[in-house]
């Protein structure tokens, strides 16, 4: 046994669907290949997310009376659209990812980048937010875990829309082939 195998067989067990074969009625198989890096990020982020809304919220609770009107609003506005971009852009790279499909992959990075990345990166650089330590360090590993998703992201949507691309050409042609040989057996007839 080689190593491929042996590290697919451990990364099935350990992300199960991250490998999986989907049959064409032609009886093709294709391997759909799932980032495994980027599918890390995604189960760690997803394992994170309860803790950090709970962190969030606990310290959001005990500081919100210090904050001027401007800030409450803005902090509450920031944490629901933190959690319903959370919500939907994990679901898109689950998606995308383990199904290798470009639009759910793409929506999942596009909310990641034009999103995402700011909200969290307000929250956690803005000084007026007076966040604990324990806020810091939580919003920190949400920031380096999205990070990594963007960049394990794009490398994901790129391989991707490369594979099937490739994968379009090659059922042409085998299309292109097929009807050349019918067309030359009805020409002989």
Same mark, same amino acid.
């Given at each position: 046994?080689?190593?491929?195998?042996?590290?697919?067989?451990?990364?099935?067990?350990?992300?199960?669907?991250?490998?999986?074969?989907?049959?064409?009625?032609?009886?093709?198989?294709?391997?759909?290949? %799932?980032? #495994?890096?980027?599918?890390?990020?995604?189960?760690?982020? /997803? @394992?994170? *997310?309860?803790?950090?809304? $709970?962190?969030? =919220?606990?310290?959001?609770?005990?500081?919100?009376?210090?904050?001027?009107?401007?800030?409450?609003?803005?902090?509450?506005?920031?944490?629901?659209?933190?959690?319903?971009?959370?919500?939907?852009?994990?679901?898109?790279?689950?998606?995308?990812?383990?199904?290798?499909?470009?639009?759910?992959?793409?929506?999942?990075?596009?909310?990641?980048?034009?999103?995402?990345?700011?909200?969290? %990166?307000? #929250?956690?650089?803005?000084?007026?937010?007076?966040?604990? /330590? @324990?806020? *810091?360090?939580?919003?920190? $590993?949400?920031? =380096?875990?999205?990070?990594?998703?963007?960049?394990?992201?794009?490398?994901?949507?790129?391989?991707?829309?490369?594979?099937?691309?490739?994968?379009?050409?090659?059922?042409?042609?085998?299309?292109?082939?097929?009807?050349?040989?019918?067309?030359?057996?009805?020409?002989?007839?």
């Amino acid at each position: 046994m080689d190593w491929k195998e042996t590290v697919t067989q451990v990364s099935e067990k350990v992300f199960p669907g991250i490998s999986h074969k989907i049959n064409n009625n032609d009886n093709i198989e294709n391997e759909v290949m %799932s980032n #495994l890096p980027l599918q890390m990020a995604l189960y760690f982020n /997803v @394992v994170f *997310v309860p803790v950090w809304f $709970v962190i969030i =919220i606990i310290f959001l609770n005990d500081t919100f009376n210090c904050y001027s009107e401007l800030y409450k609003f803005l902090s509450i506005t920031i944490v629901v659209l933190i959690i319903v971009a959370e919500l939907l852009r994990l679901y898109l790279g689950y998606e995308g990812n383990l199904r290798d499909k470009i639009p759910e992959l793409a929506g999942f990075w596009m909310l990641s980048l034009l999103l995402q990345f700011p909200l969290q %990166s307000l #929250l956690l650089f803005n000084p007026y937010f007076n966040l604990y /330590v @324990v806020e *810091v360090i939580a919003q920190s $590993v949400m920031l =380096i875990l999205l990070v990594a998703q963007l960049i394990f992201g794009y490398q994901a949507l790129k391989f991707t829309a490369l594979t099937q691309a490739t994968y379009f050409k090659l059922m042409k042609l085998r299309n292109d082939s097929f009807s050349t040989k019918i067309e030359q057996k009805y020409k002989v007839l």
